[in-house]
């Protein structure tokens, strides 16, 4: 059974967000909504912020594999329309995202996004925050996926549960990159909880393609002493409706966080397509995060359902014990 997601104390002012594809593109748009206290983020395979628009079709054509009849959209057309949800306080003030901590990832060997969406990302990030501290990985051949120094499938590879082992510890680059020097990792004494998502989702979790359940890393120290938080946003077929719990323990953050007072939250969607009864109509079949609009126009803003829920969950966290 599911419990209920504790309140831990953790520091609110001090959390990082990072994901993979789908999941890279949410983290870019929980970055991006509330730069006021997200203090950096990390993104494999993801194309620009608000890049589908609110198309699937765009999303699918011109932001992860464009060509000359499907062009992606400018970095300088994208960076506007943000300015202007900016203008309409839908999105925290851009001045929060200067000197933001960013870390970005495309394999060599990843065709699912193309590596100039990436490379897209880097600089609508170089526009929209200046002096952001960016990093920018694109030598390693791997496919698309998580990539592990120990986990998973063959480097090169795109397949389920798209972790691969690349002897490339990306989420200790990425926690280093975002929160500084780290203590070594180890594997012991942290508790794996899967809590109920539901409170979160006002109830109705299907609604917004969540799953009931989510999953929380807490390190032993951070039932007594204050931790930061790190949220992680899973990529498309890789919830655990699809992979179990391969994603939470295999990623590779859970040993970093043992160690350097994190706390990890593991959100979870659903693969959703149609009509559901008291849940209306939603088409997610691969269980993706929302980066093309299927919750609605608002998705990639503070009032965007999915990240009003994660916010609920950093907040519940966050609170005192």
């Known amino acids: 059974m599911a419990e209920r997601l504790p309140a831990l104390g953790a520091e609110l002012q001090a959390v990082t967000v990072s994901g993979v594809a789908a999941g890279g593109e949410m ?22 912020y608000y890049c589908a628009m609110g198309s699937v079709w765009t999303a699918l054509n011109n932001c992860m594999t464009p060509s000359a009849w499907a062009r992606p959209p400018s970095t300088e057309f994208l960076a506007g329309l943000a300015r202007e949800l900016e203008k309409g306080e839908a999105i925290d003030p851009l001045s929060g995202l200067a000197g933001a901590k960013v870390w970005l990832f495309s394999g060599t060997h990843d065709e699912t996004v193309a ?15 200046p002096g952001a501290d960016l990093v920018f990985i694109a030598d390693v051949p791997a496919g698309h996926a998580m990539v592990t120094s120990g986990a998973g499938n063959a480097c090169p590879t795109s397949d389920p549960p ?8 990306a989420a200790g680059k990425m926690l280093g990159h975002l929160l500084g020097t780290l203590a070594p990792p180890a594997d012991r004494g942290g508790r794996l909880i899967e809590f109920d998502q539901r409170e979160f989702a006002l109830g109705a979790p299907g609604a917004i393609s969540l799953a009931d359940s989510g999953y929380a890393w807490v390190p032993r120290e951070c039932g007594r002493e204050r931790c930061r938080v790190h949220v992680v946003f899973h990529g498309c077929r890789q919830n655990a409706q699809a992979v179990g719990e391969r994603f939470v323990r295999e990623s590779g953050y859970n040993r970093w966080a043992e160690t350097n007072r994190l706390i990890v939250l593991y959100p979870q969607t659903i693969a959703r397509w149609g009509w559901a009864w008291g849940e209306g109509f939603v088409f997610n079949p691969r269980g993706c995060w929302d980066w093309w609009g299927y919750t609605g126009p608002a998705y990639p803003t503070k009032a965007g359902p999915q990240i009003r829920a994660v916010q609920a969950m950093i907040e519940r966290v966050a609170s005192p014990r």
């Open 115 to 129: 590596p100039q969406m990436v490379a897209a990302l880097r600089d609508f990030y170089r526009s929209v925050a």
């Open 27 to 48: 983290a870019v748009q929980f970055h991006v909504a509330h730069s006021g206290f997200v203090r950096g983020a990390g993104a494999i395979a993801a194309p620009p």
């Open 162 to 169: 798209y972790i691969n082992n690349c002897g490339y510890d």
